[in-house]
T-cell receptor, first 110, second 112 residues
Framework: TQLLEQSPQFLSIQEGENLTVYCNSSSVFSSLQWYRQEPGEGPVLLVTVVTGGEVKKLKRLTFQFGDARKDSSLHITAAQPGDTGLYLCAVNFGNEKLTFGTGTRLTIIP | DAGVTQSPTHLIKTRGQQVTLRCSPKSGHDTVSWYQQALGQGPQFIFQYYEEEERQRGNFPDRFSGHQFPNYSSELNVNALLLGDSALYLC???????????FGSGTRLTVV
C-alpha cells in the first residue's frame, strides 16, 4: 500500500494547455514538498507547504495544501516543454525520513 | 556553492559482486540520506546518516550498508549484487528538519 498516491501516473498535453496533478493520502502531514525530476538528474525541490489550505505560487505553478493536510495539488498554467519531467510529492513525518509519492510523469508536446 | 556530488555517475557490475557509491553533501549540510529509484518509480528510502551513525533505515536487506565520515561525506555499499539492484541511487543532504532535501544527480547502477 502506497502512503502517497499521485494521479495521474502519466500525462501528455499540448504546449499552452493547463493541467493539475494530485497527491493524496489517508494520513495527515505536518508538511509536504513537491519535487521535479528530469531524466538523468536527481529530484529538485520546488516548494514546501506547511499550513492547511496554503497556496503557493512559483511563476506558472500553483501549489495547494489541503485544508485537512492530507492532500495537495499542483496546477500548471500554459504548460511549456520545459515543464516536462517527473513530478513527485514527498512528506517527512518528523522522523527524518522523506517518503515519496508514486510520481506523475508529465510530457508537454510542442 | 557546490551542491551534492555523487560518484561514479554510471557503473556496471556483475551479479554477486560488491559496489561502493560515494556522496559529498552540500556545504553546510550534516545529514545524508540514500535512496534507490527503480525505473519509472519514486525514490525509496534506504537509510540516513547523521553524526557518523545510521539514524533511520528503510526496508532494505543487510546487503545494503553505509558509512558517514567526519567531513559528512558518505558511502553506500551493496554486497552480493542482484539483478534487481539495478537502479538510480540518489544521495540527498539536509541540515534542517521538515525542509526539502538537496539531491545529487545519482549513480546509475546496472547489474548484469
Amino acid at each position: 500500500t502506497q502512503l502517497l498516491e499521485q494521479s495521474p501516473q502519466f500525462l501528455s498535453i499540448q504546449e499552452g494547455e493547463n493541467l493539475t496533478v494530485y497527491c493524496n493520502s489517508s494520513s495527515v502531514f505536518s508538511s509536504l514538498q513537491w519535487y521535479r525530476q528530469e531524466p538523468g538528474e536527481g529530484p529538485v525541490l520546488l516548494v514546501t507547504v506547511v499550513t492547511g489550505g496554503e497556496v503557493k505560487k512559483l511563476k506558472r505553478l500553483t501549489f495547494q495544501f489541503g485544508d485537512a493536510r492530507k492532500d495537495s495539488s499542483l496546477h500548471i498554467t500554459a504548460a511549456q516543454p520545459g515543464d516536462t519531467g517527473l513530478y513527485l510529492c514527498a512528506v517527512n513525518f518528523g522522523n527524518e525520513k522523506l517518503t515519496f509519492g508514486t510520481g506523475t510523469r508529465l510530457t508537454i508536446i510542442p | 556553492d557546490a551542491g551534492v556530488t555523487q560518484s561514479p555517475t554510471h557503473l556496471i557490475k556483475t551479479r554477486g559482486q560488491q559496489v561502493t557509491l560515494r556522496c559529498s553533501p552540500k556545504s553546510g549540510h550534516d545529514t545524508v540520506s540514500w535512496y534507490q529509484q527503480a525505473l519509472g518509480q519514486g525514490p525509496q528510502f534506504i537509510f540516513q546518516y547523521y553524526e557518523e551513525e545510521e539514524r533511520q533505515r528503510g526496508n532494505f536487506p543487510d546487503r545494503f550498508s553505509g558509512h558517514q565520515f567526519p567531513n559528512y561525506s558518505s558511502e553506500l555499499n551493496v554486497n552480493a549484487l542482484l539483478l534487481g539492484d539495478s537502479a538510480l541511487y540518489l544521495c540527498a543532504s539536509s541540515g534542517e528538519k521538515n525542509y526539502g532535501y538537496t539531491f545529487g544527480s545519482g549513480t546509475r547502477l546496472t547489474v548484469v
